[in-house]
């Protein structure tokens, strides 16, 4: 998987501070709004604003991102996050059959003490949906009733925009260790993504065992996240 940032809210610190010193100033956000890299004070007072669950003021600011080779089994989980914008690549225009996206887990098994068997299985599976794939779409039948025969693992382009708020919620609940592998690792590339071009809107940014207990219970995995 790759995640490229494409594009994102001009000064997008500068921006969340005007609007949110906007609530308690008698002036105008404009001659609150510098154009410029956000000062300390700038910055101090937008990562106060997300401690104190002062939320409201980071949605004008917005980023999008082009993530590529990303499995349907994960984006069909990234679209529950309804706050957000999504265009993906259709299997209903786009014809070939594309690759597939393994979990760790999978290739593991590819290269452990039945690898011979699994790998025998494995192949013979992903062949037969490709050689069905193609036999229907050389039959006359639709790219978007042949695809029905793919599996969920198939590799997948899209873009997605969220505004600063829905994503500290996506890293919220993304990259808890008790998500799944490929959208946590979407996660982490969007947060390192994001931190380079307005860190202090994403201070403290990551699972709920950043802010305060883990809200797993007995499921908890026990070790406070770290972002590298």
């Known amino acids: 998987m790759k995640v490229h940032l494409l594009s994102c809210t001009e000064y997008p610190v500068d921006v969340v501070y005007a609007a949110a010193r906007q609530c308690y100033s008698a002036g105008t956000a404009s001659s609150l709004f510098h154009a410029e890299n956000a000062d300390a004070k700038v910055s101090r007072f937008v990562e106060m604003l997300a401690a104190r669950g002062h939320e409201s003021p980071l949605e004008h600011a917005s980023f999008t991102f082009s993530v590529e080779g990303i499995s349907r089994v994960a984006t069909h989980q ?8 999504y265009s993906q690549q259709s299997m209903r225009y786009v014809e070939g059959v594309p690759d597939l996206v393994d979990p760790p887990s999978v290739l593991e098994a590819l290269q452990g003490e039945a690898s011979e068997e699994v ?7 992903v062949q037969s949906a490709a050689a069905l794939y193609r036999v229907l779409l ?6 978007e009733d042949a695809r029905y025969y793919l599996p969920h693992g198939c590799a997948s382009n899209l873009v997605v925009t969220m505004n600063a708020r829905e994503l500290r919620h996506f890293f919220r609940v993304r990259l808890c260790s008790r998500a799944q592998w490929e ?3 979407l996660a982490a590339q969007m947060l390192t993504l994001v931190r380079d071009v307005a860190g202090p809107l994403f201070a403290g940014a990551g699972p709920a065992c950043v802010a305060g207990p883990c809200p797993e219970g007995p499921l908890s995995c026990g070790k406070p996240w770290s972002h590298a």
Request: charged content about 25%; cysteine-free; proline content about 4%.
């Open 138 to 143: 050389s039959s006359g039948v639709p790219a």
């Open 78 to 85: 990234l679209v529950r996050h309804r706050v957000a914008s």
């Open 119 to 125: 790998r025998a299985v494995y192949d013979a599976a």
């Open 183 to 185: 959208i946590r690792e």
